[in-house]
């Protein structure tokens, strides 16, 4: 990557979303807890949110709609605490890292109520081109979907 193309990636890391989710009653077990498995929902959940307002007016959506894959390649989570029916999380997310291969997202929840970390999360996405089945640079795939280029 060049200097000018290093900058335009400092910008990524540095971005941050938020978004809220209610717990709904099929998330949780039979102890009216978050079941451990669903908390990669919410983790996409802020992928998506994240994705969206970076690529604003583009949508995760679209890219997928036009035959580009995020697949997932590795995640490292963390449980520190549990949520309940009807609570309310919250959902931060940003870029951690961006190399050719791959973009590593860091997610942390939290209860809404009392802002408790319920678990973290680094997730390692790829980009696939679904029509021909092969990867996609997934920094070139960043700067392409946001069109936050060295101009901005």
Do not use: W
């Not at 540095?14 to 978050?34: E, L, P, Q, Y």
């Not at 959506?61 to 919250?90: F, L, N, P, Q, S």
């Not at 860091?106 to 092969?134: G, M, P, S, W």
Request: glycine share 4%; proline share 1%.
């Amino acid at each position: 990557m060049t200097e000018i193309r290093d900058d335009v990636f400092e910008r990524f890391l540095k971005i941050k979303d938020t978004t809220r989710v209610k717990i709904r009653f099929n998330d949780t077990d039979a102890m009216g807890i978050i079941h451990f498995k669903n908390y990669m929902v919410y983790f996409d959940d802020g992928f998506v949110s994240l994705m969206d307002n970076i690529g604003h007016p583009r949508r995760i959506e679209d890219v997928i709609k036009d035959g580009i894959g995020c697949g997932v390649k590795h995640v490292d989570i963390t449980y520190e605490a549990a949520a309940r029916y009807g609570d309310y999380i919250i959902v931060e997310s940003q870029i951690k890292n961006i190399n050719s291969n791959s973009i590593t997202f860091h997610h942390e929840i939290y209860k809404e109520q009392d802002k408790i970390l319920l678990a973290r999360v680094d997730c390692t996405r790829y980009f696939i081109d679904l029509k021909n089945n092969e990867l996609i640079d997934a920094s070139e795939f960043l700067l392409t979907f946001t069109k936050l280029d060295d101009s901005s």
